[in-house]
Each structure stands twice: as structure tokens, then as C-alpha cells.
């Protein structure tokens, strides 16, 4: 629980609130921990009050039934609905990021014209280097939503793991290849720009040491799932400590050599006693 208050944004705002709803809030936390998702409450943004969740209005199932919006009324399919109509997202992270925008349509005009305005910029340019890289980036991403979810409940093998963070790599490798000049040229949307500074700062700073960690890995080893010593030879050279590592498989593979030649003299010695209930007769 202590974790939890690590910022002090979420301590003074905490501080503010009245006793019954910090008491909710410790509950709330010790709850979603029991499910290891008590890390959510870490990251400070994910705490917004309530005045910017009416942003979006609220569509009960009734009106998402009648308008039609995610199934028709005819077989209950998503033939002929609104999401049939709008989804042609590449991703299918992004897919249910569009399906969460229209169950909860905005209201303020101000982010209703941010919006429209990021996707006027992405339209008018489709054919731009901006627009293109991370459209192509985008087209042949796997549903990385899913894949952390399977890493952070350890349902995942080597192989969907070191998948993940080479794609999450390809991304960050597009987003810190983007001039500034190019950036700024293409997009007309503020929008879009603070997006992607925002992700490049990201990058840099939060998640620069990230970066590191799969330079380390050793794709043979990650991509075969069959392998008996894929915990040893997962990680190459450039992991930390490695000469450490290697200083102690040189000494198993020593002592390993060792036990070989031991079982050739036993075997040797064996044979040459012939031992068995015969031989034992003979000799007495």
C-alpha cells in the first residue's frame, strides 16, 4: 500500500479529499491488489475527477440498442451499424479505443475540434512520410493490449515476450525517426504534434532505460520454444554481468567434462571386472 503514495501529486490530492472517500480509496486499492493491479493507481494521470468524465456523454444499452450503434436490430451483427461503418482501424487495440469513443461521444466543443482537426490532418495527408511510417508501423502490429496483459499475469511464453518488446522497439524506432522539421510540415493538427513530442519524450526519458533490455536478448534462443537451456542462453553478451555469467557455464561446462570422463573409467573398470553373479561364482 505504501507503494501507492510514492507521488506526491496523489498524496496532496488525497489530503484534500474527505475521510469517507480517502477510506474508498485505500478499499478500492487493497481490492484491485489482491489482482495485482494496484500499479494502476501509481500513475497519477489515471485519476481524473469526475467533472472530466462528463466530457462524454452517456448512451445507455437502450439507445445503443435503438441507434443501432455496435449491432443491427435485424440479426444483431455489426452489418450496416455505425461501428461497421467507422472501423477501419488496422489495430485491435485501436478498435476497441474507437468503440469506447463513440459508446461515450463528446461534448465539449474544444475537444470535439481537437479531434476533428487530427483526423482532417490525417486525411488531407495519407500519402505524407508521417502519416505512411506510422500507418505502416501500425498495419502489421499484433494486439500488443493483449500480449501485456498475458506478460503481466505471466501467461505468456519467451517466444510472445520477446515478440512484444521487438514490435514495441519497431515503434519506438519510427516515432524517434520522425523529423521535426518533417513533423511539422505535414501535420497541421496540434494535436497530433503534441502526440507524438509527448510519446518522443516518453521515450527518452521514462523509457530510456527500456531500451536496453532487448539489445540483450538472443533471438535464436527467444524463438525456439523447444530448447532445454533457453533460461541460460536467453540473454547474449550484453547482458548485465554477463562475464559473470560466463565464468560460472565455463565452470559447469568444466565440471561437466569432469562427471564424462569419470563414467568412461567406471565403465571401463566394470567391464574390465565383469561384474555380475557368474564372475562372483569364478572368483570364489
Known amino acids: 500500500m505504501t507503494d501507492l503514495f510514492e507521488d506526491d501529486r496523489l498524496v496532496v490530492m488525497l489530503s484534500e479529499q474527505s475521510p469517507s472517500l480517502q477510506a474508498c480509496f485505500c478499499e478500492l ?35 445503443l440498442r435503438s441507434l443501432e450503434i455496435f449491432k443491427n436490430l435485424t440479426n444483431g451483427t455489426e452489418q450496416g451499424t455505425l461501428i461497421w461503418l467507422l472501423d477501419h482501424t488496422n489495430t485491435g487495440f485501436g478498435s476497441r479505443l474507437l468503440k469506447q469513443w463513440i459508446a461515450r461521444p463528446l461534448m465539449d466543443r474544444e475537444e470535439i475540434m481537437k479531434r476533428t482537426d487530427a483526423l482532417e490532418s490525417i486525411i488531407n495527408n495519407q500519402k505524407g512520410l508521417v502519416i505512411e511510417r506510422l500507418t505502416r508501423i501500425m498495419q502489421s502490429c499484433p494486439d500488443l493490449e493483449i500480449w501485456l496483459n498475458r506478460i503481466h499475469y ?19 524506432d519510427s516515432i524517434l525517426g520522425l523529423r521535426e522539421d518533417v513533423v511539422n510540415d505535414t501535420l ?29 536478448i538472443y533471438s535464436p ?51 574390465s571386472q565383469k561384474i555380475g553373479p557368474r564372475s562372483m561364482e569364478l572368483q570364489m
Open 154 to 172: 505471466q501467461r505468456s511464453k519467451r517466444k510472445e515476450v520477446y515478440l512484444f518488446l521487438k514490435k514495441i522497439e519497431e515503434i519506438f
Open 29 to 63: 486499492a487493497d481490492y484491485m491488489n489482491e489482482f495485482s493491479l494496484g500499479g494502476v493507481f501509481q500513475v497519477f494521470e489515471n485519476i481524473k475527477p469526475f467533472s472530466k468524465l462528463s466530457l462524454g456523454m452517456v448512451l445507455n444499452s437502450d439507445t
Open 221 to 271: 534462443a527467444a524463438m525456439d520454444e523447444k530448447a532445454d537451456n533457453h533460461a541460460s542462453s536467453y540473454f547474449n553478451t550484453k547482458f548485465f554481468g554477463y562475464d559473470k555469467i560466463q565464468e560460472r557455464l565455463d565452470e559447469i561446462d568444466h565440471l561437466d567434462n569432469r562427471l564424462k570422463k569419470e563414467l568412461i573409467e567406471i565403465r571401463k573398470l566394470k567391464d
Open 188 to 216: 497541421d493538427s496540434h494535436y497530433l504534434k503534441d502526440m507524438i513530442w509527448s510519446t518522443r519524450n516518453l521515450i527518452q526519458d521514462q523509457l530510456r532505460e527500456f531500451r536496453t533490455f532487448f539489445p540483450m
